[in-house]
């Protein structure tokens, strides 16, 4: 199975509201990313959790808040979002050792913000 | 200087056509080398990974990688209209970053 899941698929929101991304993997990996994708761009880093501590983070505005409840799941919360915010917002994960350093995709949340 | 470069296209070849992607990239400690295959509104999606130098193949897609040329490519055999979609070829450093290429978008006409 190399499956990451994310919820929901599609979100609209609006500059004051506050929500929440969620993405969940069962591989076992211990690295858990999120990226965020404009059209016709490639994915941009934002974070890297690893072993469920924060790793990387790219410089992201503070109105994205990443949590990783566990080695399984990762969210990306969202408060007073900007338009230009809009994008698909990517996670992925990977093994995080030197055995696999493939990095899995999910199918993306596609994020709308007016 | 960019960490991968690649040709954004578009690339637009007939069916049955041998395609051939390509990326550079600048640092030559770079080990790990991913090609991923992104479809019009989904998620990049897997296609071939390789470590270090060489060639790897997988059905119709191989990837090859020179380090003494810090050049990636991809390369897809009979190439058919399902391979329409946008190929990212992506490199990992030692501190689990991924450096993706813009992509490059393929269309493969029947």
């Known amino acids: 199975d190399t499956e990451v899941t994310q919820t929901p698929k599609h979100l609209v929101m609006g500059m004051t509201n506050k929500k929440s991304l969620k993405c969940e993997q069962h591989?076992?990996?211990?690295?858990m990313y999120w990226y965020k994708q404009k059209a016709k761009k490639p994915p941009e880093l934002m974070f890297v959790y690893s072993y469920e501590k924060l790793s990387i983070n790219e410089s992201v505005p503070s109105r994205f808040s990443p949590e990783c409840p566990n080695s399984s799941l990762l969210n990306l919360h969202l408060h007073a979002l900007q338009p230009e915010d809009s994008a698909l917002y990517l996670c992925?994960?990977?093994?995080?050792?030197?055995?696999?350093?493939?990095?899995?995709f999910g199918p993306g949340t596609r994020l709308l913000v007016l | 200087q960019k960490e991968v470069e690649q040709d954004p296209g578009p690339l637009s070849v007939p069916e049955g056509a041998i395609v051939s992607l390509n990326c550079t990239y600048s640092?030559?400690?770079?080990?790990?080398f991913m090609w991923y295959r992104q479809y019009s509104r989904k998620g990049p999606e897997l296609l071939m990974y390789?470590?270090?130098?060489g060639n790897k193949e997988d059905g119709r897609f191989t990837a090859q990688v020179d380090k003494s040329s810090k050049y990636i490519s991809l390369f897809i055999r009979d190439s058919q209209p399902s391979d329409s979609a946008t190929y990212l070829c992506?490199?990992?450093?030692?501190?689990?970053?991924?450096?993706f290429g813009s992509g490059t978008k393929l269309n493969v006409k029947p």
């Open positions: 640092n030559s400690a770079f080990q790990y």
């Open positions: 390789t470590y270090s130098s």
């Open positions: 992506a490199i990992r450093n030692n501190f689990n970053k991924f450096y």
């Open positions: 591989m076992g990996h211990r690295a």
């Open positions: 992925a994960s990977s093994q995080d050792d030197d055995g696999q350093e493939t990095q899995y």
